[in-house]
């Protein structure tokens, strides 16, 4: 993690954004720029087109991805690429989010506040759960990028009560707080809460991570495809109980 060089990269892609009146291209949005702009300055190694598709960085450390959402569409992608080198799939994760709100006839900054949501590492489970079959292939790198992000939404005339308030146009990371790296099974043992007892259910591991039973279903079960815990019975009210299975731990 590069705090100095992320900002260059920030600077960089609005500067360009001010000049063009726009960011990047294929409407291209400035949070995917900036990332993209930070992996890889260099422009000639962006946008590569691998086999039928289009890679965001194709450099000396292979592909790398970075993808804000919908991480279902990168299951073909991945199937392709990893038959090529390696492959760094990089995801941003809004750690602080300001919510800046524009009104549409005057175009002024009318609304300013700090959202109350704050992700953590469990709020990545919907979109990490659809490529968990890349997490134990050794050509898979996964980035999880912590950043404080500003997002401008437009104030909207609602019909009848109907139709949203708002509308998001843009989001701008101000700040790289902190990265985590995933390049083996091994780290995957970062989503084992602290408090967690040796065998547990859904609930325990849900209270201990401080998120749903949703998400923790989730990531019990990439943590069973990792072998790194299994499920080994019902408790008395029918719960599943899952064990965290310590001879496959490397991080003891």
């Known amino acids: ?9 920030l600077e ?9 009146n726009g960011i990047g291209t294929l409407g291209e949005k400035t949070l995917h ?28 450390n292979g592909i790398i991805e970075i993808q804000t959402g919908n991480f279902h569409r990168l299951i073909k992608k991945l199937d392709v690429f990893l038959e090529y080198c390696d492959v760094t799939v990089v995801y941003p994760v809004a750690s602080k989010t300001r919510l800046l709100k524009i009104d549409p006839d005057t175009g002024e900054l009318c609304d ?29 790198h996964l980035r999880l990028c912590f950043l404080e992000i500003e997002e401008t939404r437009r104030l909207v005339k609602k019909k009848r009560g109907r139709g949203k308030p708002t ?17 083996c099974v091994a780290d995957y043992e970062s989503f084992i809460p602290q408090g ?4 547990f259910t859904c609930k325990d ?4 991570a401080k998120t749903n039973t949703g998400f923790a279903r989730m990531i019990i079960n990439i943590l069973i495809y990792l072998e790194i815990a299994a499920k080994i019975g019902k408790d008395k009210k029918g719960a599943y109980i899952y064990k965290i299975e310590k001879q496959n731990l490397k991080n003891l």
């Open 167 to 183: 509308v998001k146009l843009d989001r701008v990371p101000v700040e790289l707080v902190d990265e985590m790296c995933f390049d």
């Open 12 to 20: 960089r892609v609005l500067t360009e954004g001010r000049e063009k």
């Open 33 to 60: 720029a900036v990332l993209k702009e930070y992996y890889e300055p260099f422009c000639d190694n962006r946008e590569v087109k691998v086999g039928n598709f289009v890679a965001d960085i194709v450099g000396e």
């Open 1 to 9: 993690m590069d705090k100095q060089a992320f900002s260059e990269a």
């Open 205 to 208: 591991f849900a209270f201990c």
């Open 112 to 140: 300013k506040r700090t959202s109350p949501k704050h992700m953590t590492l469990y709020d990545c489970a919907p979109e990490l759960y659809p490529i968990r079959f890349a997490f134990d292939n050794p050509r898979f």
């Open 196 to 199: 967690l007892s040796e065998e």
